[in-house]
Structures are given as structure tokens and as C-alpha cells.
T-cell receptor, first 114, second 111 residues
Framework: EAQVTQNPRYLITVTGKKLTVTCSQN?????MSWYRQDPGLGLRQIYY???????DKGDVPEGYKVSRKEKRNFPLILESPSPNQTSLYFC?????????????FGPGTRLTVL | TQLLEQSPQFLSIQEGENLTVYCNSSSVFSSLQWYRQEPGEGPVLLVT?????EVKKLKRLTFQFGDARKDSSLHITAAQPGDTGLYLC???????????FGTGTRLKVLA
């Protein structure tokens, strides 16, 4: 089954404790992206990747890191999480970054930073 | 940063009524997409419009891209409870590989 998976689905952590949210897709997609969703703000793009070893900032990259060492994986790293990073996070992938293409979203990771 | 403003933010209607959701920007997008999101799930693509003035229909849903590619609308005819959800528009920024999402319209259709 074609899908985007994220782990963990739920995470409660404390300020400053490094964490990684994994994202994997099995569709051989070139383009992958991370978004955060906050009430009243919609989805905001954090980082995206056009292909292996090619990443770029979205609109809200501060406090986040990403890497794309393999085509199927695109982990999101929070080196020193803060309470303002409490949010619902979505990973997405699409065939390529050239619009218009369908973005397929993962089920989301709900992160709480205390 | 380009912005996409959606209106209304919330909409509660009776089954059988018609409704229109708007997505507006002052910037031009190379394409615009509409997604629906159910609670606890990621957004799912409904449609992509590319050409200014383009109209696409998906059963009872009609999508239109503005002539200047700065705005879009979603019209639902004879809404049903199954249409309940969060509707999001998303624009692909021209010349980049970035996507901008609207703030969303939360629709509730009452039986």
C-alpha cells in the first residue's frame, strides 16, 4: 500500500531534550516536506527536499533541522525543543516538486513540549 | 511571504444547502490545490487547478481558479453530512518549490 508513515504519532517531551520525528514514504517520490499545523494558522511549511541531499527552508524553519540521506526517509530534528514548537506535524511527499503534483500526507505527529 | 486567506473560517449549515468557500491572495500562484482533512488524519487532495479561469467539477463540488491565478473558490451543492471536515487551499509559489496553505474552513453539515 502506497503510504507516508510518521513516528511517533504522539510525543510529550521537555524543553531542550533533542528529538527526531521520522518520516518514510514507499512511493519513490522525489519531493518530501514537513509542515506544522496550529489552530488558526493552517499548515506552514518547515522544510522541503527536492531529492537526496537537496533540502531548503520553508516559511518557518527556525528551530528545526532536516536531512535527506535516502530517497524514502526525511527525518525532522528538533535539537533543543521549546514550548512554542508544540504543534501537530505532518510529513508529505509527492512525485516531484514541480507543481502541480499531489502531495500525500502522513497521519501526523502530535508533539507537546513542556 | 505569500499569504492565502480563506473565508469563512467556520461554517455550519443544514443538509441540502449550498455553500461557497473562498481562498484569496494578493500574489500569483502557478497552481492551486484544495484538500480536505478529517480529524486525526492528514489532508487529502481533492483537486488541482492550473489555468486562470479553470473550472473543475468533482461530483457536487465545483472548483474555480481566478483569471489572474490569485484566488480560488470551492462551491458545494446540496451539502451532505459526509462533507463535514476542514477544507484547505494550497498554492504553489511561482518559481519555487514551496507551498503556502490557507488557514482553513471548518465545515459542519447537520443532518
Amino acid at each position: 500500500e502506497a503510504q507516508v508513515t510518521q513516528n511517533p504519532r504522539y510525543l510529550i517531551t521537555v524543553t531542550g531534550k533533542k528529538l527526531t520525528v521520522t518520516c518514510s514514504q514507499n512511493m519513490n517520490h522525489e519531493y518530501m516536506s514537513w509542515y506544522r499545523q496550529d489552530p488558526g494558522l493552517g499548515l506552514r511549511q518547515i522544510y522541503y527536499s527536492m531529492n537526496v541531499e537537496v533540502t531548503d527552508k520553508g516559511d518557518v524553519p527556525e528551530g528545526y533541522k532536516v536531512s535527506r540521506k535516502e530517497k524514502r526517509n526525511f527525518p525532522l530534528i528538533l535539537e533543543s525543543p521549546s514550548p512554542n514548537q508544540t504543534s501537530l506535524y505532518f510529513c508529505a511527499s509527492s512525485l516531484n516538486g514541480g507543481a502541480p503534483t499531489t502531495q500525500y500526507f502522513g497521519p501526523g505527529t502530535r508533539l507537546t513540549v513542556l | 511571504t505569500q499569504l492565502l486567506e480563506q473565508s469563512p473560517q467556520f461554517l455550519s449549515i443544514q443538509e441540502g444547502e449550498n455553500l461557497t468557500v473562498y481562498c484569496n491572495s494578493s500574489s500569483v500562484f502557478s497552481s492551486l490545490q484544495w484538500y480536505r482533512q478529517e480529524p486525526g488524519e492528514g489532508p487529502v487532495l481533492l483537486v488541482t487547478v492550473v489555468t486562470g479561469g479553470e473550472v473543475k467539477k468533482l461530483k457536487r463540488l465545483t472548483f474555480q481558479f481566478g483569471d489572474a491565478r490569485k484566488d480560488s473558490s470551492l462551491h458545494i451543492t446540496a451539502a451532505q453530512p459526509g462533507d463535514t471536515g476542514l477544507y484547505l487551499c494550497a498554492g504553489a509559489q511561482a518559481g519555487t518549490y514551496k507551498y503556502i496553505f490557507g488557514t482553513g474552513t471548518r465545515l459542519k453539515v447537520l443532518a
